[in-house]
Every structure is written in structure tokens, then in C-alpha cells.
């Protein structure tokens, strides 16, 4: 009769595994499972053997397959159940729930201890609402049945722009670059410039200050640095920002030149190379004191530089209106959009009344005219002027006050309306797959429509399609397969998309341009991911 030999203690498997995997609205996030395996093995006298051993192991091991399977399973259901927790979160910017965005990153879920962890990786470090985002986070998965402890951490996206290869060196680590202008002198459009700049430092960011002004740089006056000289670095021909409480600084006063006195093409020239040449390191936001006016040095910043938006400066006279409506005229030309509006030197208290000395309106008048969503007022006061003076903003010295209350309001602003517009670019024109059609939503537009890949290669413009002196079209009709389908579509600023097509030529194509083709009609719906 066989004998059979029990085991002398029961065979306990135990397995930490972690598996990495991609989860919607994650990135490769981790998902760690633990589970156990505790069977009793029966093993007859001649399963000793090699072979009756191996036939064993592959019952126990089948055993371990399906409760790995259980667990596998199990898992993704606990990650379901977290991300749809955290789905009810909205962003109130993008009207969008923080899945759907991206912002959830490392989601890892141990069911058996009842531990989740993740990360919650926002546009900005600036970003004014993070601190809700956490604490929402936190309670929406603890509210889940089997979640003991909940793990968040915050950070935020590299600093990047949308189309960072196709910018110079120096520019390619900055996220967001803004514009401060007023096309008029005088009306406190540094003072503006400096402030804004300390105050998104204040809320977290990376942020720097390039002085566009060469016949009258104010940098030198309004801040006070230790180092008051630009270096160049030898090896690499870059130069070194000088820097005042975290903020970098750039100005053609701090070259040692003082005042220039040169004439516009050399003007230009000389703020291409401090702009661009300039050792910016990561950058959430640039400000560029943008000098007055709209002439070349201008239209050269607005070309170097990819900029993301605009502030526009004013005071209450009619004068000021007259010349920042051409400003604002200038940068619609130039598809950067005008996210708010600072009055100036609007009023000042005095006796329990307040005055007005040069009058009311301008700046309604600009926000009214031009449809730009932001406000904001600035008193007349004597401390704002004299810390323009001093080489200490008026949001260092006075963190409290009224004034730094205004600029911590169009710091948000700021902050909010340069991650709208990213978003927006970044998904303006999108290819879909799955219905052979390139969808187009325009930033500023609620319409969504879609075009053939076949006629946007057939329209295209450039020197290769259509020929410069006669206009005669050298890409032919059947030149362009009905099957062609775009390799990459990148956005290029807030104007064009270049799209990559198999030939590998890159076809240059302006929103305006894509708003005149042949739309498809009949096209089926999307497949969702």
C-alpha cells in the first residue's frame, strides 16, 4: 500500500508585489498589492523524484497563478474606486476633474493595509488653490470603506513651454512668459512689472524679470542686488542672471553701459542677445518689462520670445487710453492673448472721502472695448512711489498692505489664466485615431469641428506647395494620399500648429488658415480611450 508522507509544517507563500501600470490619469503609476498563500502540500512517497516534485510545484504554483489573478483583479478595482474618488474633484480653471487633467501621478494602493499614496502634480507651484486640492484629495479617498491612511504629496510640472524645441537655448526651460506693457510712458508699468514678478515669487514660483528697456532700464532703481554686474560664463558664451531675493534679474542696466544710445536695429539686437543668451535656468514665469511703444524693439520681443500673455498697464486719462488701445491692438495681431487690465494711479483717500484726480473710466473703457476679463486698481499712494525708489518692492516691505492685497489678486490671475491658456494650446488642434480626422477646438471658441487630413495637406502654403513669384500650385491634388494621416502635431505659440506628415515634411498650419477648410460633416463620433 503507498504511503503517503505529510509535509512536517504547512508551505506558506508570501509575496509583496509591486506592478507598475498605467492607470487612466496616471503615469505609470504603481499599484502595490500584498497577499498571502498558506496550503497544506500532500506529497506521495515517489513524488520525491525530480519529476513527481515538478508536477507538485505546478499544482501549488497554478494555485498561486489564480490568487494572483484575484489579487490582480482586486487591485484594479481598488484603483477604480480611488480614482473615481478623486474625480470628483474639479479644477475650476479647466472645468475639468483633476483625473481627466492629468494631475494624478504614482497612485499606489495596498488593499490589505488599507494605505493609498499618490501624487497630485499641478501646472504651477503657484497654483492658489493647491492647498484645497490636497485637503479635498485627502477626504474624498479616506471617505472610501476599506482606506485607512491616505498618502498625498504635492508638486508641480516641470518648468516647460508648450513647444520648448523650437526656442532658443535660453528660453526652453521657462513655462510661462508674460508681458507687461502700456505703450505709454509714465504710467507705472515697471512698477507694475516688479511688484507682479515678487508676488508669484511669494506664492511659490520660479520666477525672473528681463528688462526690455535699453534707452531707460528702471531694474537698477527698483531692486538692490549685491551683484549689480552681469557675467558672462566663458565656457559656455551664456550670460549669468543677477539675482535679488530668488527672483532673477536681466537688464541692460546691469551690463555697466548705463543708459544706450544707440539706434533701433542695434537696440534690437542687443535684447535678442540679452533675452535669449541669457542663463535662465527653469523658469515657471518670465516677466518682461516690456519698454513704451509699438515699434520694432516691440515686435521683436513678441517674435523671440513665445509669449503666453499680456498685462496691460494704463491710468484714468483718455491720453493713456489712446496709446494702450494700440498696444492691445498689437498683441491681437500677434495672437497673445490680454488677461487683465491695471489702473494705475486711479484714487486716494483723504478726510474719509475718496478722490479721483484724473478722472474714471479708462480702464473700463479698455476691458469693455476689448473684452480682457481682469481689472484691477492701484491707488495713488507715496509708499508705492518711494519703494520704487528704495530697491524694495512695495510687496516685500509691506506683504500686508492694500497694494500687495491688488497685486496678490492679479498674481492669481496671472497664475490662472496662463494655465487656461496652456491648456488650451497644448490641446487646440488634436489627431483622432479612431475617426481618421484632425479635431480642432481654438482657444477663446466654444466650436469644435474637424478636418480631413487629406485637404489640411493639400492646403498648405509654404514655398514647397505653392511657388513664391507666380503662386502656382506645385502640390498637386493626387500628390497627397486619401489615407495620409499626420505623424505629431505640435502647437507653435498662440497663432499655428506645425504638423510632421510621413514624407516627413512639417507643414506650418494658423488656427485662421484651419478655419477655412472643408469641414467634415458626416464624420463618425469619437471612440473614447
Not at 516688479?194 to 511659490?204: D, P, R
Not at 474714471?360 to 520704487?388: K, M, N, W
Not at 469641428?449 to 498637386?476: C, H, I, M, Y
Request: aromatic share 6%; charged share 20%.
Amino acid at each position: 500500500m503507498m504511503r503517503v508522507l505529510e509535509a512536517p509544517t504547512s508551505l506558506y507563500l508570501s509575496f509583496h508585489a509591486c506592478k507598475s501600470h498605467h492607470t487612466k490619469g496616471t503615469s505609470a503609476s504603481e499599484s502595490c498589492v500584498s497577499f498571502s498563500v498558506n496550503k497544506s502540500v500532500k506529497l506521495h512517497k515517489h513524488h520525491v523524484r525530480t519529476s513527481g516534485l515538478s508536477r507538485c510545484w505546478r499544482e501549488v504554483s497554478g494555485k498561486i497563478g489564480a490568487a494572483a489573478s484575484d489579487v490582480q483583479a482586486s487591485t484594479q478595482t481598488a484603483d477604480k474606486d480611488v480614482l473615481n474618488a478623486l474625480s470628483q474633484i474639479i479644477d475650476p480653471d479647466f472645468q475639468t476633474d483633476i483625473v481627466s487633467c492629468g494631475f494624478v501621478k504614482d497612485l499606489c494602493v495596498d488593499e490589505a493595509s488599507g494605505e493609498v499614496s499618490f501624487r497630485l502634480e499641478l501646472t504651477t507651484p503657484a497654483c492658489p488653490i493647491k492647498d484645497m486640492f490636497e485637503q479635498q484629495a485627502n477626504e474624498v479617498v479616506a471617505a472610501l470603506p476599506w482606506v485607512k491612511k491616505v498618502e498625498v504629496t504635492m508638486s508641480a510640472q516641470p518648468a516647460r513651454p508648450v513647444y520648448a524645441d523650437q526656442l532658443p537655448m535660453g528660453l526652453q526651460k521657462i513655462s510661462n512668459i508674460v508681458a507687461v506693457s502700456s505703450c505709454k510712458g509714465g504710467v507705472g508699468k515697471s512698477t507694475v512689472a516688479v511688484n507682479l514678478a515678487y508676488t508669484l515669487a511669494g506664492m511659490g514660483a520660479r520666477v525672473g524679470i528681463f528688462d526690455a528697456d535699453v534707452y531707460g532700464p528702471s531694474l537698477p532703481t527698483m531692486v538692490s542686488p549685491e551683484n549689480r554686474l552681469l557675467e558672462m560664463d566663458p565656457e559656455t558664451q551664456t550670460i549669468i542672471p543677477t539675482e535679488y531675493m530668488g527672483v532673477k534679474l536681466v537688464s541692460f542696466g546691469f551690463a555697466g553701459k548705463g543708459r544706450a544710445i544707440m539706434r533701433g536695429p542695434m537696440v534690437s539686437g542687443v535684447i535678442n542677445q540679452l533675452l535669449t543668451t541669457a542663463e535662465w535656468g527653469e523658469l515657471d514665469y518670465l516677466i518682461i518689462d516690456m519698454p513704451p511703444g509699438t515699434g520694432d524693439i516691440q515686435l521683436t520681443l513678441c517674435q523671440v520670445a513665445p509669449l503666453s500673455a499680456a498685462v496691460i498697464v494704463t491710468t484714468p486719462q483718455k491720453l493713456a487710453f489712446i496709446d494702450v488701445a494700440k498696444g492691445v491692438r498689437m498683441f491681437s495681431k500677434l495672437k497673445v492673448p490680454c488677461i487683465a487690465v491695471v489702473e494705475n494711479m486711479c484714487h486716494f483717500d483723504a478726510d474719509g472721502k475718496r478722490f479721483y484726480p484724473f478722472g474714471r473710466g479708462s480702464g473700463s473703457q479698455v476691458v469693455e472695448q476689448f473684452g480682457i476679463p481682469h481689472l484691477f486698481d492701484l491707488p495713488i499712494r507715496p509708499t508705492l512711489s518711494a519703494s520704487g525708489d528704495s530697491g524694495i518692492p512695495e510687496v516685500v516691505s509691506d506683504p500686508q498692505g492694500e497694494v500687495a492685497d491688488t497685486f496678490q489678486n492679479l498674481g492669481v490671475c496671472v497664475v490662472q489664466q496662463c494655465a487656461k491658456i496652456r491648456q488650451q494650446v497644448s490641446t487646440a488642434v488634436t489627431y483622432d485615431a479612431t475617426i481618421r480626422a484632425i479635431m480642432v477646438k481654438l482657444p477663446n471658441s466654444n466650436e469644435v469641428f474637424l478636418l480631413d487630413p487629406a485637404t489640411v495637406r493639400r492646403n498648405d502654403r509654404s514655398a514647397q506647395s505653392v511657388d513664391e513669384w507666380t503662386g502656382e500650385q506645385k502640390l498637386q491634388y493626387n500628390d497627397v494620399p486619401e489615407d495620409i494621416e499626420p505623424e505629431e502635431i505640435r502647437p507653435m505659440g498662440n497663432y499655428a500648429v506645425s504638423i510632421t506628415w510621413p514624407d516627413g515634411f512639417s507643414q506650418i498650419a494658423p488656427y485662421d488658415q484651419l478655419q477655412t477648410m472643408e469641414r467634415l460633416v458626416d464624420a463618425p463620433e469619437p471612440i473614447p480611450a
